[in-house]
């Protein structure tokens, strides 16, 4: 692990998912700064209706990006082929196939935002959560387009462009929330708890503008955007998008449901409860975006290796990733153990402590980040194991691995507990930090066995 092959891994995984990962951090950020102010304004209440409905939000989003993720692994490994007509390509299609998905995954959002009554939550949260839901969905038609050149620039390497925009947009968000929250000097008015919504909805649309414009601009792009009217559609192509885009996509989401479906099971238990789980979640889905980075990186990385039919590179490529994620997820464990009574007080104003529930949901969230801590190896290593295997353009079967982990195990384990061992929502996170355990490993066998297979058939004699 500390030979030149694999030192030259790590620093170019190091290039490749810092910028990646402070992007995808972007996606997260935006729902930590909407959880926290929700917190500090509003309370435990508007903070646990803005909770249920990020809940339904994160799954589809996640299925979005997921499906968006595909076009990259294509374009790397085209790219490292040296193929530039099949990258203009793939862009192409991509795009199109991203903006009818756009739309889809809005209709979704939009109208199914009245399913939230039903799933037998507090009433007063649930009537704010609608709403909330409702402007949360127009947000995903910029992102989607912000993602579709977002992932052409990475699948050529390009990723300081996207970081850059991801930042400047949750600053942009960050400022848009007071704004459209307490209203502008009548120009614009007061829209409260919504207004959070909102303010994420036109940071959105910002990031996917400065997105394409600066594809459409820099001289570096050009060749990819030359004659794109000559490119013909074929449905092959969609075809060959569409069966690696899918399952990616559905791994993602799939995680993101589960967490939502956590949610439904916790807010049976009560507010304080929705609210803990929340913030606690915010928090792991820091450590994981960034977690995503490492293996955005790892999944070019592979790819290029795959393009040059160097498998040893590849499986070094792969492992290096892995490493590099351990030592990520020890500090953040390290962070979670250490400051687990301090973080949870960043979602509450400065003096509200004095108030039971609020007071209820920090000592919650305290015990839940012990539990974070933990997982936080094997969400390193199944997230990285799933970019590795997406680079070789193994999908499908780890997709499945991902549906058993947390809906076969993780869920109804963290259920049984919960209510049939009286462990309340620690019950629902040991289950989920139970089926995470469990795909990591499986990933870890999966990518290890592929490799040694590609490796083993590399180097048998050719026959005459």
Not at 13 to 40: C, N, R
Not at 224 to 236: G, Q, R, T, V
Request: hydrophobic share 55%; glycine share 8%.
């Amino acid at each position: 692990m500390f030979s030149k092959d694999y030192i030259r891994h790590y620093k170019e995984h190091i290039i490749l998912s810092l910028p990646v990962a402070v992007s995808q951090l972007g996606h997260i950020f935006v729902g930590v700064a909407d959880t926290v102010i929700a917190g500090q304004r509003f309370g435990t209440s508007s903070l646990a209706s803005a909770a249920i409905a990020s809940s339904l939000f994160f799954p589809v989003l996640m299925l979005g990006i997921g499906i968006s993720f595909g076009a990259t692994s294509l374009i790397a490994k085209a790219d490292g082929a040296g193929d530039k007509n099949e990258i203009r390509v793939l862009f192409k299609h991509s795009l199109l196939l991203n903006f009818i998905l756009s739309i889809f995954l809005f209709l979704l959002l939009y109208k199914g935002a009245f399913i939230i009554r039903e799933l037998n939550q507090p009433a007063g949260v649930v009537e704010a959560a609608i709403p909330f839901e409702e402007w949360l969905a127009w947000s995903i038609l910029p992102l989607m387009v912000f993602q579709s050149f977002k992932q052409f620039a990475e699948g050529l390497s390009f990723i300081r462009q996207a970081m850059i925009i991801s930042i400047s947009s949750n600053i942009l968000n960050v400022l848009l929330i007071f704004v459209f929250m307490d209203g502008f000097y009548g120009v614009i008015p007061p829209m409260g708890l919504n207004g959070i919504a909102v303010a994420t909805f036109v940071a959105r649309v910002f990031m996917a503008l400065a997105m394409v414009v600066l594809v459409l601009t820099d001289k570096q792009f050009s060749f990819y955007l030359y004659d794109w009217n000559k490119i013909k559609l074929s449905l092959s192509k969609f075809y060959e998008l569409i069966q690696i885009s899918l399952p990616i996509g559905m791994q993602l989401a799939l995680e993101a449901g589960a967490f939502g479906f956590a949610f439904i099971i916790v807010g049976w238990l009560g507010e304080v409860e929705i609210a803990a789980h929340q913030i606690a979640l915010n928090m792991a889905g820091v450590t994981y975006m960034g977690a995503t980075g490492i293996a955005a990186a790892a999944t070019v990385r592979v790819g290029n290796e795959l393009g040059r039919k160097d498998f040893i590179q590849l499986r070094k490529a792969g492992y290096s990733a892995m490493v590099l994620v351990l030592i990520y997820m020890s500090i953040t464990a390290a962070c979670f153990v250490c400051f687990r009574f301090f973080l949870p007080t960043l979602y509450f104003e400065e003096g509200a402590m004095t108030q039971l529930n609020e007071t209820a949901v920090v000592q919650m969230v305290s015990s839940l980040l012990l539990i974070a801590a933990f997982f936080q190896f094997s969400d390193g290593i199944q997230v990285v194991g799933l970019g590795a295997l997406r680079g070789m353009g193994d999908v499908v079967i780890p997709t499945v691995a991902v549906l058993v982990a947390y809906y076969i195990i993780g869920l109804p384990l963290g259920y049984w507990l919960a209510f049939t061992k009286n462990l309340g929502i620690e019950g629902v996170w040991y289950g989920l930090c139970f089926g995470l355990v469990f795909v990591s490993i499986f990933l870890f066998l999966r990518f290890k066995i592929k490799t040694g297979r590609l490796i083993k058939i590399s180097t048998l004699p050719s026959k005459c």
